[in-house]
């Protein structure tokens, strides 16, 4: 099977572009907005994109009807947004906070989690999540879609402050990745749980790749 999605129609019933690109981690991202209201939302286009000095980036679409999304424009406003680690246990409250709701109700009501105040950014976070970064806004790049929906913002924020709860760290202070059970994006409707893992050494690495990829300064 091969297509041009410019200009042809997906010949399967479900389009695989999304399915191909996996799995992608998901940024639950709660802000606040300049009258005070929170906000808390999946996205599924998030990632990190250097360590020195840590930074981060999420795509958030246009809602179907034009509107920027809250997260975006709470960021842009407040300078801040942060990160909330989602697991399998707050998948459901992940799956709620997805919900496309007036921006002056609360996801966090909504979704049934707990505040918890950050350190320097104004709005919370989830209190439940193992893992959190406060995040200091950047930039926001816009790229045209050829719908409403189709328009997206491409926000970048660097990570000033890291949580991480003292429970999910092995005593090699390493995050213990399957107690936690990250979800992550699959496509359609699927995600799946991160509950294995297994390492992997580039051969003759030099130290200074070796310390980038094993996190130390």
């Known amino acids: 099977m091969i297509y041009a999605p410019q200009s042809e129609p997906c010949p399967l019933p479900f389009s695989p572009f999304k399915s191909c690109t996996v799995p992608r981690p998901i940024g639950w991202l709660s802000t606040i907005s300049r009258d005070g209201v ?12 250097t360590f020195d000095p840590p930074m981060v980036m999420f795509a958030a679409n246009q809602t179907s009807d034009g509107r920027r999304k809250d997260t975006v424009v709470n960021a842009e406003e407040t300078g801040w947004f942060v990160w909330n680690m989602a697991t399998y ?19 966090f009501l909504r979704a049934g989690v707990t505040k918890a105040a950050c350190v320097d950014a104004p709005g919370p976070r989830v209190a439940e999540s ?14 045209r879609g050829n719908s409403n929906h189709g328009w997206v913002d491409v926000v970048y924020g660097e990570v000033m402050r890291i949580h991480v709860a003292d429970e999910v760290i092995t005593s090699e202070g390493k995050l ?3 107690r936690i059970k990250p ?6 409707y699927d995600y799946t749980t991160v509950i294995e893992t297994f390492e992997m050494r580039i051969p003759e690495a030099h130290a200074a790749m070796a310390a980038g990829l094993e996190g130390k300064a």
């Open 183 to 188: 979800i992550a994006r699959m496509g359609y």
């Open 89 to 107: 246990d707050l998948r459901e409250a992940v799956n709620i906070s997805a919900m496309e709701l007036p921006s002056d109700e609360d996801e």
């Open 38 to 49: 929170a906000n808390l939302a999946p996205y599924s286009q998030w990632q990190n994109l």
């Open 176 to 178: 213990d990745i399957p």
């Open 130 to 143: 193992p893992a959190h970064f406060e995040c200091r806004y950047l930039s926001t790049h816009r790229l």
